[in-house]
């Protein structure tokens, strides 16, 4: 982890997100790796609270533990729904969470977003109606789902506005270098593939240097794209990858200030 935060923390990022679960093992390890980096780094985190797999009780002790730790930003998340079924009914959606998480403290909530609608809705319009619930309970900022054609987000952020969602909407962009994501991509409902990018792909899969290149390359003219566009800001979902980080930033830098 120290080399990967020694990394990270070069290209001075705004925060560095860091998941918590369920089980209250990896809550423990995702506190003290927060808690670490901010200490350490001086950088700031973020701590991803899942509604869907915790019951009120477990968030009270977090937001307590995260208060003692000098954490202060959470990403209020619904999560995925354990194939057991939800842990409880306390935050039926993300915007119950953040409700009570500042009825608990004076924390910094932020929330995710769409560009392609969330799976389970049954249109873009509707999610975004939920989206706004979301925003005026509490939420300061919007990180986006990862997505691969500009265009799905430049469209999506004109009806979020539309709508009377004001506060910022981060990008979310995540470099495909191997098969396995291409994998993922595939099977993740919601997230559709453009022939730009399944065309490029195709022609590197049985490459695996060639696919890592490439697919820094698409991140890289997505990213600046974006820039160019006034975006108001970049969340890199790189996986802990923080050469792809590196790499991705520095031909970013090089291309803005040619």
Do not use: W
């Not at 997230?191 to 490439?214: G, H, I, S, Y």
């Amino acid at each position: 982890m120290g080399e990967t935060l020694d990394v990270l923390s070069g290209l001075h990022p705004d925060f560095v997100s860091v998941t918590f679960g369920a089980n209250g093992t990896i809550q423990q390890t995702g506190l003290a790796t927060a808690s670490y980096i901010r200490k350490t780094y001086g950088i700031e985190t973020v701590a991803h609270l899942p509604a869907a797999q915790l019951a009120a009780p477990q968030i009270h002790q977090l937001l307590a533990d995260l208060k003692n730790h000098g954490i202060e930003n959470i990403l209020a998340l619904r999560g995925d729904i354990p194939a057991s079924g939800r842990v409880s009914n306390d935050f039926p959606h993300a915007c119950d969470l953040v409700r009570y998480i500042h009825e608990c403290g004076d924390f910094n909530v932020l929330g995710a977003c769409y560009p392609e609608g969330h799976p389970e809705s049954p249109d873009l319009p509707t999610d975004i109606h939920y989206l706004k619930d979301k925003v005026d309970a509490g939420t300061s900022q919007l990180i986006s789902q990862l997505f691969f054609d500009n265009q799905v987000f430049y469209d999506f952020v004109d009806q979020a506005r539309a709508t009377g969602i004001q506060v910022p909407i981060e990008a979310g962009i995540m470099p495909v270098i191997n098969q396995h994501q291409i994998e993922r991509m595939a099977t993740m409902s919601g997230v559709a593939l453009p022939e730009k990018f399944t065309t490029m792909m195709a022609r590197f899969q049985d490459n695996p240097a060639a696919m890592r290149e490439a697919g820094i390359a698409y991140a890289v003219d997505q990213i600046i794209d974006l820039l160019v566009h006034g975006v108001d800001g970049i969340h890199l979902y790189t996986m802990d990858n923080a050469d792809v980080a590196k790499r991705i930033f520095a031909a970013t830098e090089q291309v803005l200030h040619a």
